[in-house]
């Protein structure tokens, strides 16, 4: 017994004075997901990726947006997301206070996205940005100035339209050159 | 070959149509439904296995049959000295048996083998497979309003978002407790709700006086269907995540079970620092259960001083986990070949100062509660389990080293990067809480060697193998981990389409629950918490309790510290103006 109170008296207070003071958390702790919405694209990856679809990729109901959804109460903090994202726009953050006041829908995020419109066929598709992205990647990959132009024209294309259209070329007898 | 030997024992005994391997230390021989009563028990007691676990399964769409898997640990008795199988030669072995569809009745294990007893009963439960002979056929995984005739794990039974309609409090089903005969018996049921812990759990304790004579428990109550989620819509990426929610304190053993199964099942071999990773982390969740048990055991029985100790030492594992997986309690990082996240060599030099500091206070604190005569006169004598009872009811962890014998999944089908590191099994004779909680201080002394000698010894080599592995249909393994409380036995049989056919969880506890009541005999009501408590069932008790005085059909109700105090002090029984 005595032996116990020693053993006080030689750790003194050991507590944190949290909340009113912050709490220091490791590096590379795995916190609240942080989404960054100017680097989003509208890929999806994340969406898939999710084990306990916290997140979702969809189009709204009049279809003019494509919406990132993410929803903080089902979020298991593994950090899928983090991984899969191409731009980075999803990081593992150090934030874990995550309770709210009553409104459970404050734990809910949103981003919605332009989408793009298909030229065939005019229903939307994708993301505007992911659209761009995939130019963007192919104008970095030495592609010649005629195949970038042919590929922004698909790219703006849904795909069931742009597989009609390959099918199209393909049987109008016109001799392609492959450069 | 490994498990050759008992194969050929068993076919002196009975018919085996047919034996499979699955990998190097699993068989699994297809018997006669009639011969498996007599196989299960020559493999238990003449050639010295211990339950793993059982596994009905629903395999109409393969062979037309429902199947039973009996899986046996192969080790020994270990009821005396010498009384082991070589460690080459221990292996698991499976007893199959096919049942027809049309009759739905199987020959019961339990009066030959007592260890069975749960999984039969889950078997009805589940697949509607009856027991011919089992002496207890009560539910027991299902609530009791559930429908007659609804066996949710049967292919073709319900879709896995089924939820049927509960039954109106008057009009559900009243569950029978076995209960000793005599006049003057007072029923003290304990739950199942209460604030304090995570797991609700009904006891019915049958005391005479303050005096346990008998016990009879209700658990299930958190019963989620994980099985059949995970068959329905999980992919082997997610299951890992899913299986490491199943506990809130062994998840990370779970997880590495669930994955290492499906592994095992194609004969995946993952790199050797992704084993000694998930040893290391698997330890880092030892230590912190330990702790936590250790100090919840003062905790019962009033020692708050060192519960605060202890309780402070946890949080260095705490932040242990935190440091090296980036999460406190879900570490998150196991997949299918291997690991997600890496140990940095800064996080490792970090993680030893903070295991000398553990190992360090462990011993300062634990040095003070041996020497308090007050806590040791509560735990000494208290909840004994006796070494019969332990080898007929094949308890696992603590629980049975605390009685003597040693079994440790470690040391005896040593697995990832156990084959490269030595250590020394725990056991304690006496079976008492002081023999338990003294293997759990003796475990944690040994976890943080282990932890360093996989820091040491852990090659730089990838973390995770080239994802292009196929699953193969049909195919099933085993999987086996030591937790804290005990083995945590995953068993999966792979399906088409990257999903699993059939997923069966078998945590620690499962095991540990069946021979509990024994333990509770001859105990004051007082020490009834502790004795759940040295379990680590994730201390579930003490919350609410309603008296019933049969013979003067008195009631009381009984609050959380109502009998938290007497717990404590072992003064004014609150049973007293009922008598």
New interface residues.
């Given amino acids: 017994?005595m032996?116990?109170?020693?053993?006080?008296k030689k750790?003194g207070e050991?507590t944190h004075k949290y909340p009113f003071e912050p709490y220091k958390?490791?590096e590379?702790?795995?916190g609240k997901p942080a989404y960054i919405f100017d680097l989003c694209i509208g890929c999806a990856a994340c969406g898939i990726a999710c084990?306990?679809n916290a997140i979702t990729v969809q189009l709204n109901d009049n279809q003019s947006k494509l919406i990132w959804e993410f929803d903080c109460g089902r979020c298991?903090?593994?950090?899928?997301c983090d991984?899969v994202c191409p731009t980075g726009a999803i990081k593992?953050s150090e934030e874990f206070e995550l309770a709210v006041k009553f409104d459970k829908s404050a734990l809910i995020q949103r981003g919605e996205l332009d989408v793009q419109y298909c030229t065939t066929c005019k229903k939307p598709f994708s993301a505007k940005r992911l659209v761009k992205y995939s130019f963007d990647c192919l104008s970095k990959a030495n592609v010649s100035e005629k195949r970038l132009e042919e590929a922004k024209e698909y790219l703006c294309m849904c795909p069931t339209c742009k597989k009609t259209a390959t099918v199209a070329t393909f049987t109008s007898g016109k001799e392609m050159v492959i450069e | 070959m490994k498990c050759d030997k008992f194969i050929e024992a068993l076919s002196t005994r009975v018919k085996v149509l047919e034996v499979t391997r699955q990998c190097e230390d699993q068989v699994t021989a297809l018997v006669e439904l009639n011969d498996l009563p007599e196989a299960v028990r020559f493999l238990y007691y003449d050639m010295g296995g211990y339950l793993t676990t059982m596994v009905p399964n629903d395999e109409r769409s393969i062979n037309k049959h429902y199947a039973l898997y009996y899986a046996l640990s192969m080790e020994g008795g270990k009821m005396f000295e010498g009384d082991e199988i070589a460690q080459d030669e221990k292996c698991f072995v499976t007893i199959k048996t096919l049942i027809s569809p049309d009759s739905l009745v199987f020959p019961s294990v339990t009066p030959l083998v007592p260890a069975c007893v749960w999984y039969e009963r889950e078997a009805y439960d589940m697949f509607g497979l009856v027991a011919e002979g089992l002496p207890d056929k009560r539910r027991l995984v299902l609530s009791d309003d559930w429908p007659d005739n609804l066996f949710p794990l049967r292919k073709d039974a319900m879709d896995y978002r089924y939820r049927p309609d509960m039954k109106d409090h008057y009009m559900e089903p009243e569950y029978e407790f076995l209960r000793p005969e005599g006049s003057g018996i007072i029923d003290v049921p304990l739950g199942p709700l209460h604030i304090t812990a995570d797991e609700p759990g009904h006891f019915r304790l049958f005391c005479d006086g303050d005096t346990i004579i008998d016990a009879d428990y209700r658990l299930f109550y958190q019963h989620r269907g994980m099985e059949k989620l995970a068959e329905n819509r999980m992919n082997y990426d997610q299951m890992g995540y899913l299986a490491e929610r199943v506990c809130g304190i062994c998840g990370y053993a779970h997880a590495i079970a669930c994955i290492e199964a499906a592994e095992k099942a194609i004969n995946l071999e993952i790199p050797a620092r992704a084993q000694a990773i998930r040893v290391i982390c698997s330890e880092i969740e030892r230590l912190h259960s330990h702790l936590l048990n250790i100090g919840l055991a003062c905790e019962v029985t009033g020692n708050y001083n060192a519960f605060m100790h202890i309780f402070r030492i946890r949080e260095y594992s705490m932040k242990l986990a935190e440091l090296v997986t980036g999460g406190r309690k879900t570490y998150g990082n196991v997949v299918m070949g291997g690991l997600r996240r890496d140990i940095t060599g800064v996080e490792i030099k970090e993680s030893l100062r903070i295991l000398h500091i553990i190992e360090t206070q462990v011993d300062e604190v634990w040095d003070a509660v041996m020497d308090d005569k007050r806590q040791m006169s509560r735990w000494k004598g208290v909840g004994i389990l006796d070494k019969q009872v332990a080898r007929d009811f094949s308890p696992v962890g603590p629980n049975i080293r605390g009685s003597g014998i040693k079994r440790d999944t470690r040391y005896d089908h040593p697995y990832d990067f156990f084959k490269q590191i030595q250590f020394d099994v725990a056991v304690v004779e006496g079976g008492d809480v002081f023999a338990r909680e003294m293997v759990r201080y003796m475990e944690l002394k040994s976890s943080v060697s282990i932890i360093r000698q996989c820091f040491e010894l852990m090659p730089q080599t990838a973390i995770i193998v080239d994802p292009t592995f196929h699953v193969k249909p049909e195919n099933y393994a085993l999987a086996y981990v030591e937790a804290p409380r005990g083995e945590n036995v995953h068993w999966i049989m792979q399906g088409s389409a990257q999903k699993v056919f059939r997923w069966r969880c078998r945590a620690a506890t499962y095991n540990n629950w069946p021979s509990l009541r024994f333990q509770f005999r001859g105990n004051n009501l007082a020490d009834a918490a502790l004795i759940v408590c040295s379990l680590d069932p994730c201390y579930s008790c003490t919350e609410r309790v309603t008296v019933v005085d049969i013979k003067s059909k008195k009631s009381k109700i009984l609050t959380h510290s109502d009998l938290k105090n007497f717990a404590r002090t072992q003064k004014e029984s609150p049973l007293k103006d009922l008598r």
Avoid: T
Wanted: one cysteine or more; aromatic letters at 14%.
């Fill in positions: 017994m032996k116990l109170l020693d053993i006080s750790y050991i958390v490791c590379n702790f795995r084990p306990s298991i903090f593994c950090g899928r991984e593992l």
